[in-house]
């Protein structure tokens, strides 16, 4: 098959789009996925592509007949295209087409990470993969975090997105789910060492920006406030880092 060179190719356009705005993955319910590792991780979680392009001599071969295995519909595309599409300065010459994940909520969660207002691609994304690393059941955003399928966000996670539901929810819902929870909210001001916390019970653990903090509601939904303790002259960690001491803590005390 000869590669797709033109960029108003509807297929083109639409990874272009699914990359770029978020309005756009919602409206269509689909995502973009680009690079060899996030492609492959999805693939093997048991999540099939609606297509792929690739480059033909850049692509991953083993993956491309992986997929075409499976009979999905693999694409070949131009230099010039895969460059128009990508969002890295080297791109691995594979972007993939998804439906947008739709996971199941547990019923009767035992360890939940609340994020609030984390509008950082990078952190967001990083504190994802912690939160599968460490355990994590299900991961809420609450009003005002970035898109979790921004290209960075997925980009950081590493493929968390598909190993730990990841749910955006206002208030009211986050509320409702977390209710036979303890509440945790991570706060520099806060009146308790978070290694002195119990964490044998089911909890949830509210964590916001390093710039912002967080908010009222995630306050009032709080019942203990627990902070980290840091070298003098240090303001705060970043929600990334945050994430990383409390929920490997938390593990720590499971073992």
């Not at 083109?12 to 991780?41: N, Q």
């Not at 509320?175 to 019970?201: F, H, K, N, P, Q």
């Amino acid at each position: 098959m000869d590669p797709i060179t033109s960029l108003q190719n509807e297929r083109v356009k639409l990874a272009k789009g699914l990359l770029l705005r978020p309005r756009l993955r919602r409206k269509e319910r689909k995502i973009a996925l680009e690079g060899t590792r996030l492609v492959r991780d999805a693939v093997e979680r048991g999540h099939k592509p609606l297509f792929v392009l690739y480059e033909m001599d850049k692509a991953d071969a083993a993956l491309v007949a992986q997929l075409e295995q499976h009979n999905i519909q693999t694409l070949p595309v131009s230099e010039a295209v895969m460059q128009h599409i990508s969002e890295t300065q080297q791109p691995q010459g594979i972007v993939a087409v998804f439906p947008m994940p739709l996971p199941p909520l547990p019923r009767h969660p035992r360890r939940v990470l609340i994020l609030d207002s984390v509008g950082d691609p990078g952190n967001l994304g990083t504190a994802l993969r912690t939160a599968a690393a460490a355990g994590v059941e299900v991961v809420l955003l609450a009003p005002g975090c970035v898109d979790p399928y921004n290209a960075k966000v997925l980009r950081s996670g590493m493929g968390a997105h598909f190993r730990v539901p990841v749910i955006e929810a206002g208030w009211t819902e986050i509320g409702a789910y977390c209710e036979r929870l303890t509440v945790y909210l991570a706060a520099g001001d806060g009146d308790m060492r978070y290694d002195l916390a119990d964490w044998s019970a089911p909890w949830a653990i509210i964590i916001g920006s390093e710039a912002h903090g967080t908010g009222p509601q995630a306050a009032a939904l709080a019942q203990h406030r627990v902070y980290i303790p840091m070298a003098a002259n240090t303001e705060s960690l970043n929600a990334a880092a945050a994430a990383a001491v409390l929920l490997f803590e938390t593990a720590r005390s499971r073992l």
